[in-house]
């Protein structure tokens, strides 16, 4: 079956770009070289014996809707290349009962994003009128001269934050499905993404989708039938005329295939998938932007500046001739819910507060950084990197406090008031004119 179009209600095609950039920057899955780091060529069906035991090419079968199963140029038959990965992936440990290791399955569920893809980039002018022509996908790939037109980026994103995204759905469109990274003077030289995707799953030794469905609280299906309170009945049929047996199915295929949970993009077991891991990314990595050790954290002032920052004003402050964008540039534009506004009224950051400090000012005091200073009879404030750090002294003989301090920098002091009132009826003679404010009268 072929792509469909449905544009989403919500969604700018940014949510799309976006998960790809944050998909490339969290995996990072090598793959084998050949000689001299050279890319294997794994094309030929019979490539991991003749070319190198890592090459894992896609067999082409007989009823394929595109993809010839034997090449026409050789008479041999014809697959679509892949290479496998190596063991392990780049990952930092954290601590022993929290670990922020980029999970296996990670890697296949959030290519959900791959079924968000329109065929073609829209192009959108200064006041987001459309520019033809659009980008095709097929046409691009490896070739980036168009991007090196002038203004040619900001067209794409402006067209990027205007345009809806496709509503995931079992469809990728089929400039990935056939024509990906595609050489136009070879015939079917494209790959297939969906393809390479279910590969990619099995070279990494990934259980089938009912097996995560269990470890995600779904039942474990027993037969295809059994998937119909999360895959629509059409669905399951074709389930049913590709593979043999429910437990043969692929996590990325069992995965697609699932009805979005309500509010989400998703199904259930993508969206544990996906939930499992940013949790363990947030709760877990000493290098996340809001954790409390001292040594790495940001400032609470410092937070509140970054928390301001939105993507619309990333965009802006980055692009040549942009100088709109709507407040959510996630969220398609609404004149009343996501108005555009001027790239001016976007907050920035102010960068006053990472600047380097070398004394810390409280009141009258300077304190040198890392020094301390009693700035009052009562509290004690330290100088650190991050501002002064003020603190409730403890007064064990409020008696020696009225010998070393005067009467008004004590009664100024509420610190002082709270923990030594009895001193003041004690000693009538400190409580001067402003010994009212303690609740006591002149003896």
Same mark, same amino acid.
């Given at each position: 079956?072929?792509?469909?179009?449905?544009?989403?209600?919500?969604?700018?095609?940014?949510v799309?770009?976006?998960?790809?950039?944050?998909?490339?920057d969290i995996i990072?899955t090598?793959?084998?070289?050949?000689?001299?780091?050279?890319?294997l060529?794994?094309?030929r069906c019979?490539?991991?014996?003749?070319?190198?035991?890592?090459?894992?090419?896609i067999?082409?079968?007989q009823?394929?809707p595109?993809?010839?199963p034997?090449?026409?140029?050789?008479?041999?038959?014809?697959?679509?290349?892949?290479?496998?990965?190596?063991?392990?992936?780049?990952?930092?440990?954290?601590?022993?009962?929290?670990?922020?290791?980029?999970?296996?399955?990670?890697g296949?569920?959030?290519?959900?994003?791959?079924?968000?893809?329109?065929p073609?980039?829209?192009?959108?002018?200064?006041?987001?009128?459309?520019?033809?022509?659009?980008?095709?996908?097929?046409?691009?790939f490896?070739?980036?001269?168009?991007l090196?037109?002038?203004?040619?980026?900001?067209?794409?994103?402006?067209?990027?934050?205007t345009?809806?995204?496709?509503?995931?759905?079992?469809?990728?469109?089929?400039?990935?499905?056939?024509?990906?990274?595609?050489d136009?003077r070879?015939?079917?030289?494209?790959?297939?993404?969906?393809?390479l995707n279910?590969?990619?799953?099995?070279?990494?030794?990934?259980?089938?989708?009912?097996?995560?469905?269990?470890?995600?609280n +779904?039942?474990r299906?027993? &037969?295809?039938? !059994? $998937?119909?309170?999360?895959?629509?009945?059409p669905?399951? *049929? =074709?389930?049913?005329?590709?593979?043999?047996h429910?437990?043969?199915?692929?996590?990325?295929t069992?995965g697609?295939?699932?009805?979005?949970?309500h509010?989400?993009?998703?199904g259930?077991?993508?969206?544990?998938?996906?939930g499992?891991?940013?949790?363990n990314?947030r709760?877990?990595?000493?290098f996340?932007?809001?954790?409390?050790?001292?040594?790495?954290?940001?400032?609470?002032?410092?937070?509140?500046?970054?928390?301001k920052?939105?993507?619309?004003?990333l965009?802006c402050?980055n692009?040549?001739?942009?100088?709109?964008?709507?407040w959510?540039?996630?969220?398609?534009?609404?004149?009343? +819910?996501?108005?555009?506004? &001027?790239?001016? !009224? $976007?907050?920035?950051?102010?960068?006053e507060?990472?600047? *380097? =400090?070398v004394?810390?000012?409280?009141?009258?005091?300077?304190?040198?950084?890392s020094?301390?200073e009693?700035i009052s009879?009562?509290?004690?404030?330290t100088c650190?990197?991050?501002?002064?750090?003020?603190?409730?002294?403890?007064?064990d003989?409020?008696?020696?406090?009225?010998?070393?301090?005067?009467?008004?920098?004590?009664?100024?002091?509420?610190?002082?008031?709270?923990?030594?009132a009895f001193?003041?009826?004690?000693?009538?003679q400190v409580?001067?004119?402003?010994?009212?404010?303690?609740?006591?009268?002149?003896?």
């Open positions: 079956m072929h792509d469909v179009s449905a544009p989403h209600v919500r969604y700018t095609l940014m799309m770009q976006w998960g790809q950039f944050i998909d490339h990072f090598p793959i084998n070289k050949g000689f001299q780091d050279s890319i060529d794994c094309r019979d490539s991991p014996q003749t070319v190198h035991p890592e090459c894992f090419p067999a082409i079968p009823n394929d595109f993809f010839p034997v090449n026409i140029s050789s008479g041999q038959p014809f697959c679509i290349p892949l290479t496998r990965s190596m063991p392990g992936q780049l990952t930092l440990d954290y601590d022993a009962y929290c670990n922020p290791t980029v999970l296996n399955e990670f296949i569920a959030f290519r959900f994003g791959h079924s968000l893809l329109k073609s980039l829209e192009r959108m002018d200064g006041i987001f009128a459309k520019r033809n022509p659009p980008v095709k996908l097929s046409e691009h490896f070739n980036p001269d168009l090196y037109q002038p203004g040619m980026l900001d067209e794409i994103i402006r067209g990027l934050t345009v809806s995204m496709e509503t995931l759905d079992q469809f990728l469109t089929d400039e990935v499905t056939n024509h990906l990274f595609e136009k070879q015939p079917f030289s494209g790959l297939d993404l969906a393809a279910i590969q990619r799953g099995r070279d990494h030794g990934l259980q089938p989708y009912n097996e995560y469905r269990a470890l995600c +779904l039942t299906a027993r &037969s295809f039938d !059994d $998937l119909h309170r999360e895959i629509a009945r669905v399951i *049929e =074709r389930m049913k005329r590709t593979y043999a429910v437990d043969d199915i692929d996590l990325f069992g697609l295939i699932e009805t979005p949970l509010g989400g993009l998703v259930p077991t993508f969206g544990c998938t996906l499992i891991q940013f949790r990314l709760c877990c990595d000493r996340w932007y809001e954790n409390a050790d001292p040594l790495v954290r940001f400032t609470d002032p410092q937070l509140t500046e970054i928390r920052v939105t993507l619309s004003k965009l402050d692009c040549d001739y942009v100088e709109s964008e709507q959510s540039v996630f969220d398609l534009p609404d004149p009343f +819910l996501n108005p555009r506004v &001027s790239c001016r !009224d $976007l907050p920035g950051v102010n960068l507060l990472w600047k *380097e =400090r004394s810390c000012g409280v009141g009258k005091t300077n304190i040198d950084i020094g301390a009693r009879p009562c509290v004690m404030c650190t990197k991050e501002g002064p750090v003020c603190q409730s002294l403890k007064i003989n409020c008696f020696h406090l009225a010998q070393s301090y005067s009467p008004e920098s004590i009664l100024n002091d509420h610190v002082c008031k709270v923990q030594c001193a003041f009826r004690a000693f009538p409580a001067t004119q402003d010994s009212n404010q303690l609740g006591f009268a002149n003896s």
